[in-house]
C-alpha cells in the first residue's frame, strides 16, 4: 500500500490513538509488500437487506441514512456485481458456509423448515472448518438456520396450540415436553460444523424463542409466545419461548457477543473467524426505543438504521482492540428486501430497496439475489474504491482458501472462486459465469454481459408478475437480458438470440452435469437437478405464490 494510501486510511478512520497499531500494520506490508499472515476474518451477513437500502450504494432512490455502512466504503472497497447464490435466506447460507451451489442440496425450493434437519452434511468442509483446521478460533454468531437434530418430541402436535393466545399459557403436559426436549443437547448445529462457538437465536421469527450457546438453550422455553407479538411483522409462527421473551434485545444482544468475542479473541496468540448472520432488517421488525421513527420511513426503514449502527459497533470493537490492521471485513447480505414489509409505501416515498433493479426477495430478478458486498483490509484494500467484477458469495471459501494458502479438496467450493485479486485492485473478471436461483426453485445464469432466466416470471413469491400467472398470460418461459444496456431487465431478448440462450443452457447443463463449476474432478449433487422444473407442481395460498416455509 502507498504512503498516499495509508493517508487516506488513517484520515477517513479518524481513530487518534488506534490509528497508530493500524499504522505499524501498514508499515509491515510496506516494507515487506506480503499479505498479512493469517488475518483476523469477519463475515457479517445482513437478512433482507436490500442493495439500494444502503445509502452510499443508492444515493439517488435511497432514502436510509447508513452512516457506518458508508464510512465502511471509504475506507475499504465495494462490490457492485455481488450475488448471493440464492434469493432466500436458507439456501443463501448455505453457499456462504460450503462454497457451493445451494442447489445441488437436497433443498430445491423454500427453506428449512420449523425444527428441521441440518442441510449441510457432517462430512462436508465449510469455510469454519477449513479456517480451523488452518489455525483459526471459529464463532457464528446470529441467526443459524441451517438445521439442528431436534429433539422428535418437537413436533408432537400437542404443542401446536396455546391454552389462551393471548398471553401464551402453555398446559402442563407441553411444560412437561418442552422441559424434556431442551434439557438436552441440541445435535448436529454449527458446532459440529467448522465452528468452536455459536450464540444465537437460529431464526428470530420462530421458536424457539430464546438464544442457544454451542448445543444448549439458555432456558427452558415454558409457554407460547403471546399473540400480541405475532402481528405486524413481528414473530410468524406460534411455539415454546421464555417466559417474558421480548423481540426488540436481540439484535443488540448478538453485537453485544460479538464485540466482546473479539475483545477477548485479539488476546489470544491464534486468528480468529467470525461469521455473523445478523437477524436484521428480516422480520420481527422489532425496533429498540432509540431508533423508532428514525428514518421517517416506517419499521423496516428504522430497523435498518439499527442494524447499521450495529455493525458500526463491531468494526469499532474491532478498531479499539488494535487489530484493524490485521482484520479483513465482509459486509454483505443473503438475498433482497422482502416487499411484504411495506416497500410499496417506501417506493411511493422515495426509498427504492432495489435500486435500479428489477425484484426483490425469493425472485431470479437482481433484486431478489444481487447484494451490497463491501471489504476493508487497510493492509490490502485501496480506500474509496470499487469494483465492477461479478462475484458471488459462494466465493468466501476460495478466497478464505488462498489467503491462508491452503489447498482445497475437490469435494468442497465446487463453486467457489477466489476473488483475493480483486480485493487486492485487480479488475480483471474471475468469474466465467454466476448461477441463481429463485425461492420457488427457478434458474438463472449470467455471463458478464447476458442474463437467462428459465422461467416466465420472477421465480418468486410475492412479486407479480408470478410464474403461472405470467404462463397464463401466455409469456415466454425464458427471459433473456442484456443487463449491461437494460439493469431493470424489462426488454427481453430470447427471440432476438436464440444463440445466447442455447449457450447459456448449455452451460448452465455443464455446470449441473459436473457438479461444480470450477475446475477439479467431477462430483456428485446430492439430488437429480431439472433446470426446468418442468414437474414442480404451483403451490399457491390464498391466491399466491409462496416460498415454502418462509415469512
Not at 499472515?37 to 433482507?48: A, G, R, S, T, V
Not at 424457539?208 to 407460547?224: H, L
Not at 413469491?461 to 410464474?467: N, Q, V
Amino acid at each position: 500500500m502507498s504512503n498516499l494510501n495509508r493517508r487516506e486510511f488513517l484520515r477517513f478512520t479518524g481513530w487518534g490513538v488506534a490509528s497508530m497499531a493500524v499504522s505499524k500494520w501498514l508499515d509491515a506490508a510496506e516494507n515487506t509488500g506480503d499479505l498479512p499472515k493469517k488475518p483476523n476474518i469477519i463475515f457479517i451477513l445482513c437478512d433482507d437487506l436490500g442493495y439500494g437500502d444502503v445509502h452510499c450504494l443508492n444515493p439517488e432512490r435511497g432514502k436510509i441514512p447508513t452512516p457506518n455502512f458508508d464510512k465502511l466504503a471509504e475506507q475499504g472497497m465495494i462490490f457492485t456485481e455481488a450475488h448471493s447464490s440464492s434469493s432466500l435466506c436458507s439456501p443463501s447460507r448455505y453457499g456462504v458456509l460450503t462454497g457451493r451451489y445451494n442447489w445441488r442440496s437436497r433443498l430445491q425450493s423454500g427453506i428449512v423448515g420449523h425444527w428441521g434437519d441440518p442441510l449441510i452434511d457432517r462430512e462436508r468442509l465449510t469455510v469454519a472448518g477449513l479456517l480451523k483446521q488452518n489455525g483459526y478460533a471459529t464463532a457464528c454468531i446470529g441467526k443459524w438456520h441451517l438445521g439442528w437434530k431436534w429433539p422428535e418430541a418437537l413436533r408432537d402436535p400437542k404443542l401446536a396450540k396455546s391454552k389462551t393466545p393471548e398471553t401464551g399459557e402453555a398446559t402442563d403436559e407441553q411444560k412437561s415436553i418442552w422441559k424434556e426436549a431442551f434439557s438436552l443437547p441440541i445435535a448436529e448445529g454449527p458446532t459440529t460444523r467448522g465452528f468452536d462457538y455459536y450464540f444465537g437465536t437460529d431464526v428470530p421469527n420462530w421458536p424457539p424463542y430464546c438464544f442457544i450457546e454451542n448445543d444448549r438453550t439458555m432456558g427452558i422455553p415454558s409457554q407460547f409466545l403471546p399473540a400480541r407479538l405475532l402481528k405486524n411483522n413481528q414473530a410468524s409462527s406460534s411455539g415454546p419461548a421464555l417466559e417474558g421473551w421480548k423481540l426488540e434485545p436481540i439484535l443488540p444482544a448478538l453485537a453485544d457477543k460479538a464485540c466482546e468475542y473479539i475483545s477477548r479473541q485479539v488476546k489470544e496468540s491464534k486468528p480468529f473467524f467470525i461469521y455473523m448472520p445478523l437477524t436484521s432488517p428480516h422480520t420481527p421488525l422489532a425496533v429498540t426505543d432509540e431508533w423508532k421513527g428514525k428514518s421517517g420511513l416506517g419499521q423496516y426503514a428504522d430497523f435498518v438504521m439499527e442494524t447499521d449502527a450495529m455493525i458500526g459497533r463491531v468494526i469499532e470493537a474491532v478498531d479499539k482492540s488494535g487489530a484493524a490492521g490485521n482484520t479483513l471485513i465482509f459486509v454483505s447480505s443473503d438475498n433482497g428486501c422482502a416487499p411484504y414489509i411495506g416497500v410499496p409505501e417506501m417506493e411511493k416515498n422515495g426509498h427504492y430497496p432495489s435500486e435500479k433493479r428489477r425484484g426483490y426477495k425469493a425472485d431470479a430478478w437482481d433484486g431478489g439475489h444481487r447484494m451490497p458486498f463491501i471489504v476493508r483490509w487497510p493492509v490490502v484494500v485501496k480506500p474509496g474504491s470499487s469494483c465492477r467484477q461479478m462475484i458471488c458469495l459462494t466465493d468466501l471459501m476460495a478466497t478464505c482458501s488462498e489467503i491462508v494458502g491452503a489447498k482445497l479438496p475437490d469435494p468442497a467450493g465446487e463453486d467457489s472462486v477466489s476473488i483475493l485479486s480483486l480485493i487486492k485492485g485487480e479488475d480483471k473478471p474471475v468469474r466465467d459465469a454466476v448461477v441463481h436461483h429463485s425461492g420457488s426453485g427457478k434458474f438463472a445464469i449470467r455471463d458478464n454481459k447476458w442474463k437467462l432466466q428459465l422461467c416466465a416470471g420472477s421465480g418468486g413469491g410475492w412479486t407479480s408478475p408470478r410464474d403461472y400467472e405470467a404462463v397464463k398470460a401466455g409469456l415466454p418461459p425464458i427471459q433473456l437480458y442484456d443487463v449491461t444496456q437494460d439493469v431493470g431487465e424489462q426488454k427481453n431478448l430470447q427471440a432476438e438470440h436464440p444463440e445466447v440462450v442455447e449457450r447459456l443452457t448449455k452451460l448452465l447443463e455443464k455446470y449441473v452435469a459436473d457438479g461444480r463449476s470450477t475446475p477439479g474432478v467431477p462430483q456428485k449433487n446430492d439430488v437429480e437437478i431439472d433446470i426446468w422444473k418442468k414437474n414442480q407442481p404451483v403451490r399457491k395460498s390464498k391466491g399466491k405464490l409462496q416460498p415454502k416455509g418462509e415469512k
